[in-house]
């Protein structure tokens, strides 16, 4: 018994580690929790890029057709969308990432919805609908909740959850980021306002 006594006082810091990997390993809430922490250091964060050379517009016409559905059912075609800029996320409530990096499309939502200027198509993509719906309202997110309504291009998305894509006012891909990410820092604000002064 002593020696048990001893081993556990040299060995503490190991036992509380192994302890915490654990419950981060089989509880969702402890990984998206620890996902937000690494999240909110910046350091997986993607940016905008600068423009690309002027082409014969192969980027938007291998998106052209992407539709989706909103609650109503009323069906959205990207293509509407001309001189907007265009912030698309693909995310599922099962996801743990994806919930790890909501709070900050939220808050990118928050400080862009009434910019006329941008559209935000959050795209769901779990198996049962129900269950998106379901954790956006639990959490209190307000952001559009959509659905693909055909075939996802594979130039917006490649199976990777989440994915984000921000077009620009012309229709190309300024931002492709797969894997979660912290939205709600101003250097991005920045960035989207760079974007959004932008000439169509």
Same mark, same amino acid.
């Given at each position: ?83 907007? /800029? ?5 995310? =599922? ?5 994806? %919930?790890? &990096?909501?709070?900050? !499309?939220?808050? #990118? ?13 959050? /795209? ?5 609908? =129900? ?5 956006? %309202?639990? &959490?209190?997110?307000? !952001?559009?909740? #959509? ?54």
């Amino acid at each position: 018994m002593e020696n048990l006594k001893t081993w556990l006082r040299k060995n503490v810091s190991t036992i509380i580690l192994t302890v915490l990997f654990i419950v981060i390993l089989v509880n969702k809430d402890a990984k998206v929790w620890l996902m937000r922490q690494v999240a909110s250091t910046g350091i997986l964060n993607s940016s905008i890029s600068e423009p690309k050379e002027p082409q014969n517009n192969s980027t938007r016409v291998s998106y052209a057709g992407f539709i989706l559905k909103n609650e109503d059912e009323k069906i959205i075609d990207i293509s509407a969308f001309r001189n907007k /800029v265009v912030f698309i996320n693909f995310w =599922a409530s099962w996801c743990p990432p994806c %919930r790890a &990096e909501f709070p900050s !499309v939220q808050k #990118l939502y928050d400080q862009y919805k009434n910019n006329p200027d941008m559209v935000f198509l959050t /795209v769901n993509l779990d198996d049962n609908v =129900a269950l998106g719906k379901s954790y956006l %309202r639990k &959490e209190g997110f307000t !952001v559009p909740f #959509l659905v693909p309504a055909g075939n996802i291009p594979a130039v917006l998305y490649s199976g990777s959850l989440p994915t984000t894509v921000v077009l620009d006012k012309k229709g190309e891909i300024r931002l492709y980021h797969k894997g979660f990410a912290d939205y709600s820092k101003d250097s991005f604000y920045k960035q989207m306002d760079e974007l959004l002064k932008e000439k169509p």
